[in-house]
């Protein structure tokens, strides 16, 4: 059994509730027939019962959705950048709220969860900005005979309906990056939640409804069973993840001919070479190696010769993202066109990542940018435009 509300209906929490968490599905707020609890992984308590979802409520996200996708489509860039803009001022209204939930669900120190917060009010506004900056481009044609007298352009549209699926380990600002470029390019989503966070995901989601953003442009699932289903529902048009290489190998098998983008694991090492600042890189080292519990992209190659070292690096089936400190401008360049990753951070470490940036790995650490500028692209298909004149 379910039970449906409007969006408007839903009753606000204190921030020490425990919170009853819905789906949002066309605009309702949807309480499943099946839950599960979400404990407190430092103090052992309830803090939320969130939806297992079903096959029947995949079917009704993705039906809002599409029914959706033209809407969505046909929204001027301007508005879009409106709705996200305004999500960016209740983010920052309500983000002391919000981090404490992050901090409650996940078990991340508050100070983290604060920094996580003020960089996904960053994300939602670059999507704001970027928005109204989607452009084209003029191809010249009179570069052969056949095409003198023509004029031709390739120009970008949304690719429709996004699945997008998201981990725990910085829940608000990686949804911030799936949502917000999604519906900046005129896309509808599905989000399916990640399951150790679901009252984040819905403080999240009510911004988006609050700031008017229309029925059916989000839809919002809950559950560790309902990614797979989605995954392979051939109504979804575009999929993007974020997570380990194991399931984004299974999300690639499943996608056939569909575009993804997916973000994947990776060990990124940092090279501290022999003419470094010592004194700015061990502590950056230190600290971004021990933050989130350990649970970061780094880690510190003791060795003798560096060449041996970045054609390691480059061998390695993982390649998200390298570091090197050095005071050595040959070196720093050498490293940025040999190291085989998705970024080389000179004199930082691999965990550098600010939210404009494109940001993402290559071979078995991922396919595709993310970035709102980056994220738009890869959310929007190109379309050539020939005018036999």
Known sequence: MVMAMTSMEVPMQ??????????????????AGREYDVFDPFRGSLVATAPRSDAEDLDRALSAAVAAREKAAGLPATERARILR????????????????????????????RSELARSIDTITLSAEEAVRIEGEHVPLDASPMGFGKIAMLLRFPVGVVAAI??????VNLACHKIGPAIAAGNVVVLKAPPQCPGVIHKLVQCFVDAELPAGFLNVLYGADIGPPL??????EFITFTGSTRAGAHIRANAGLRRVALELGGIGPTIVHEDANLGGAAPLCARNAMCLAGQSCISVQPYEDIEPVIREISERRL?????????SLDLAIKAARTMRVGGV?????????????????????????????????????????????
């Not at 425990?18 to 309480?31: C, K, Q």
């Not at 998201?166 to 829940?171: D, G, I, L, R």
């Not at 390649?319 to 005071?327: K, N």
């Not at 951070?345 to 940018?369: C, E, H, M, P, W």
């Open 86 to 113: 305004r999500v960016s001022a209740l983010l920052v209204e309500r983000k002391a709220d919000i981090a404490e939930a992050v901090s409650r669900e996940t078990g991340k120190a508050i100070k983290d969860s």
């Open 14 to 31: 204190s921030d020490h509730a425990t919170i009853r968490v819905p789906m949002l599905i066309d605009g309702e707020w949807i309480f």
């Open 166 to 171: 998201t981990p725990f380990n910085a829940p």
């Open 231 to 236: 995954v392979r529902d051939e109504r979804v």
């Open 319 to 327: 390649g998200l993202q390298g570091g090197i400190f050095t005071r």
């Open 345 to 389: 951070i000179i004199n930082g470490t691999s965990t550098f990542r600010t939210d404009q940036l494109a940001y993402g790995g290559v071979k078995d650490s991922g396919i595709g940018r993310e970035g709102p500028k980056f994220a738009i692209r890869e959310m929007t298909e190109q379309r050539l435009i020939v005018f036999n004149l």
